[in-house]
């Protein structure tokens, strides 16, 4: 958690990066957002990227591009859409499938998108999008395939929606839909399970060697009062377990933007969110302007504070900004969101536009590694 300090906290935070998690906000204040989360559990990396909005990925590697596993929409206003065509020409030819989601109508506005372009020399290409719309009344799963020019949306699956969209051995995927006015916008948060691990010092100081025990060890079928031999020493494993295994809590991220909060939706944030280390939320509206914030259906900087006090994340990180403001008056909005929650920051990105240097305190202490 954040230590307390007289001194005046910088507005931006010093990192993007905890132990397993990076969290890199993409495109400049004012200007049209996205985020790129990637996860790491030792074993496989994980890139999620959240919206998609006008040159946010210029500044990511083709390469880059062509790991990312899911696209999470919040919704398909144009600045959060209109980048969307530099992912498709990095990724249309995979061979692994592109898995998208976002709110109801998601089939129609990405199929549409994906067939933007003459596709006449793609027979054989194996590229699939698969997208799912997260509808009240369940989560809707169809495949576009690339060979077809995205021409057909092929069934999937349709299954209940009860929170859970997504999720792998390590990680799992929530969301829940928020009110923006005539359309959803969905919030996301992501979640790596714990990680179990051999604990090398604790083998070194009991002299053990590798080996294939370590498999068994492992292996959670196995009984803990089942014997295996360890150069030639017989030990049980669960024995072994209380000596060598560590169990590592994994991190967590939480995507908001564009939505208001209901006395419906407010508790489904906080069973979802609550707990949730890094949470990336909008603040387009300051509190001056709330008139104008219910008619577009949005936060204000204070309902921002509020709704993060009521989550507790360790790190609260605002964006998606509007030009209406220069950087004094988006200054003025942190303050308005530190006055409700002290543990917000502007993203570790925009440091060049808001100098954290000049204020004395390093925010990297906001977030600790478990």
Partial sequence: ????????????????????????????????????????????ITRLLFDCGAGCLDAVRFRELQQID???????????????????????????????????????????RLQGFLWDLVDGTPGRFVVTEIRRDGLFTVQFRSAEGFAVAHPVATTPFVGRVFE??????????????????????????????????????????????????????????????????????????????????????????DFRTTSGTEAELQRLFSGCRRLVCENNYGDEDAEAALRNNHMTSSSVGELASKLGPECLVVFHLTDKYDVAGWKRLLDEVRSRFPRAWFPHEWA??????????????ALTST
């Fill in 1 to 44: 958690m954040a230590s307390e300090s007289t001194a005046t906290p910088s507005f931006t935070l010093e990192s993007n990066t905890t132990s397993g998690l990076t969290v890199a906000v993409l495109g400049s204040p004012g200007n049209d957002n996205a985020v790129l989360c990637t996860l790491n559990s030792g074993e496989n």
């Fill in 168 to 257: 792998t051995a390590e990680l799992t995927i929530d969301a829940v839909i928020l009110d923006h006015g005539k359309s959803d916008s969905i919030g996301y948060c992501v979640r790596q399970r714990a990680r179990t691990n051999v604990d090398r010092a604790a083998l070194a100081r009991l002299a053990l060697r590798s080996g294939p025990w370590l498999k068994r060890l492992l292996d959670p079928a196995l009984a803990d009062g089942e014997v295996v031999d360890v150069g030639g020493t017989p030990w049980t494993l669960g024995r072994l377990r209380a000596e060598l295994l560590l169990t590592t809590v994994g991190e967590s991220c939480g995507y908001l933007t």
């Fill in 70 to 112: 899911a696209v999470l929409f919040s919704h398909f206003h144009i600045d959060h859409v209109s980048g969307f065509d530099t992912f498709v020409r990095a990724n249309f030819a995979r061979e692994k499938p592109v898995y998208l989601f976002g709110p109801a109508g998601s089939h129609a506005i990405l199929q549409h």
């Fill in 352 to 365: 060049g536009v808001f100098e954290p240097a000049a204020s004395g305190v390093s925010p990297g202490s």
